[in-house]
């Protein structure tokens, strides 16, 4: 399964949750950010490759929206709320990922 985390810089929230969920093995998990200077930029080509895309909070979920209209992956997006407050690999910042993104899993695995 492809799983696409976004933040707006990929630095803290979705480079957490890219470096958590890739020790799953049943995962093929990337991560990317929707601002100019995000560490890696989201582009369509993810979209494209994403079984399922987790907006970190509804700011990037309106962000992608923005940035890819009527992309057919927009329909595979799952906001997760998390608001960007954390640091990277920040505690908390785990404990919600792990509490908030597996039941997502299952509903989207094939």
Same mark, same amino acid.
């Given at each position: 399964?492809?799983?696409?985390?976004?933040?707006?810089?990929?630095?803290?929230?979705?480079?957490?949750?890219?470096?958590?969920?890739?020790?799953?093995?049943?995962?093929?998990?990337?991560?990317?950010?929707?601002?100019?200077?995000?560490?890696?930029?989201?582009?369509?080509?993810? =979209? #494209?490759?994403? $079984? *399922?895309?987790?907006?970190? @909070?509804?700011?990037?979920?309106?962000? /992608?929206?923005?940035?890819? !209209?009527?992309?057919?992956?927009?329909?595979?997006?799952?906001? =997760? #709320?998390?608001? $960007? *407050?954390?640091?990277?690999? @920040?505690?908390?910042?785990?404990?919600? /990922?792990?509490?908030?993104? !597996?039941?997502?899993?299952?509903?989207?695995?094939?």
């Amino acid at each position: 399964m492809h799983v696409l985390f976004v933040c707006r810089l990929n630095v803290n929230r979705s480079a957490t949750a890219e470096r958590l969920f890739c020790k799953r093995s049943d995962l093929d998990v990337r991560s990317a950010g929707t601002n100019e200077d995000a560490r890696v930029q989201v582009n369509a080509r993810m =979209l #494209d490759w994403a $079984d *399922v895309i987790f907006a970190l @909070d509804d700011i990037e979920e309106k962000n /992608l929206r923005t940035m890819f !209209p009527d992309h057919a992956a927009l329909a595979r997006i799952v906001c =997760l #709320d998390i608001p $960007d *407050v954390y640091g990277f690999n @920040d505690a908390e910042l785990v404990s919600l /990922l792990e509490e908030r993104v !597996p039941a997502h899993l299952k509903v989207h695995t094939p």
